[in-house]
């Protein structure tokens, strides 16, 4: 009974691997045969690289090319001089602001202007007697003291201007003016506002470099790291910058950035797809597209095209997304596979085993 049920098990042993690793025949249809069933193909293509994942991410201006503009004086804004969205010159005027503290720094910067004069004079006084022989040398430590303490005062005064400069015209009022050249991205305030003193009043667009930040799903994180391979739409690759390991708690997700190409057109905000690919290491690596990959007898398989019809082919697929298949083995650049019609292949393929 035992030997009985073993030889049972074995001989389910053979049926199951026999089917698992089934050869499929070639498939033979005719030129018309293969219009009429709506099968079309497409031509492998070498890889450089394996294709990963699918990504989504979101176009933002890179960190070192965008400069707040401050008011460092608080107020209330009486003119705009320019609108976001324009382009200007450094020191090109932004905002004038009416200010009591802009004033009153003004009158403190006036008053140790005039000290620091005077300090001066006071010296050139001192030494005049010194030369004549009517004051001791001594006596222009005093003087020096001085002219040292007034010049500080008015360079602490002048310091507290920031970028703000005087309206022409206009007592108790300054002007912001760009920083640097650029793009007038934002604007936080328009007439009439009230304005607190060093709080943002613009944005400034220095360049037009940009990034893009991808969320990374948990079940991703290990498998990305700086300088993988994605390639955006149109064909166009960008490298990895960084990936940090901290998870958002809303979006359950960590985050990966790249910058994108120069000349890649692209707005600030905009939600982009990309896949994630790494370098390809090995030599015979080829690529088609993912739908052209089927399951026969649970192996992947694609249809090769053959002088006289379809061949079912095992692959191994080393990486894949919803556009790509990136396999190793099975198939050689050059070579054409179904794209569409594949229903109809599986059905003709299973056919010739039954």
Not at 48 to 75: H, I, K, Q, W, Y
Not at 164 to 191: K, T
Not at 267 to 277: E, H, T, W
Not at 301 to 310: I, K, N, Q
Request: charge should be neutral; glycine fraction near 8%; avoid cysteine.
């Amino acid at each position: 009974m035992r030997i009985k049920l073993i030889t049972a098990l074995a001989a389910i042993v053979l049926s199951s691997g026999t089917a698992y690793a089934q050869d499929f025949s070639a498939i033979t249809l005719s030129a018309q045969q293969v219009e009429r069933l709506g099968i079309t193909v497409q031509t492998v293509e070498k890889a450089n690289s394996v294709a990963l994942f699918e990504l989504v991410g979101r176009v933002m201006r890179a960190p070192d090319d965008t400069a707040t503009v401050v008011a460092p004086f608080a107020g209330t804004i009486t003119k705009i001089h320019v609108l976001p969205g324009a382009n200007i010159k450094a020191g090109a005027p932004i905002a004038t602001i009416a200010s009591r503290d802009f004033a009153s720094t003004v009158s403190l910067l006036e008053q140790a202007k005039a000290e620091a004069s005077a300090a001066a004079t006071a010296l050139a006084r001192q030494k005049q007697l010194v030369e004549l022989g009517l004051a001791p040398k001594s006596s222009l430590e005093n003087a020096e003291v001085r002219v040292r303490s007034a010049n500080a005062q008015v360079r602490e005064r002048q310091s507290l201007g920031g970028a703000g400069s005087s309206a022409d015209g206009q007592s108790g009022s300054y002007v912001v003016r760009a920083p640097a050249g650029g793009r007038l991205s934002n604007l936080a305030a328009h007439v009439g506002d009230s304005i607190e003193g060093m709080s943002p009043l613009a944005s400034l667009t220095t360049s037009n470099s940009l990034w893009v930040e991808f969320q990374i799903p948990i079940r991703m994180l290990g498998q990305i790291a700086p300088g993988d391979i994605v390639t955006l739409p149109g064909g166009i690759s960008a490298a990895i910058l960084s990936v940090t390991d901290i998870i958002d708690p809303t979006t359950r997700s960590a985050s990966a950035t790249a910058a994108l190409p120069d000349g890649f057109v692209a707005f600030d905000g905009q939600l982009l797809r990309a896949k994630l690919s790494r370098p390809a290491e090995a030599g015979d690596l080829v690529q088609t597209p993912a739908r052209a990959v089927v399951q026969l007898a649970g192996v992947d398989h694609v249809f090769r095209r053959t002088t006289d019809g379809f061949s079912p082919t095992p692959v191994n697929v080393v990486g894949k997304t919803a556009e790509a298949a990136t396999i190793s083995g099975g198939l050689r650049h050059g070579e054409a596979v179904a794209t569409t019609g594949l229903t109809e292949l599986k059905s003709l393929a299973m056919q010739e085993i039954q």
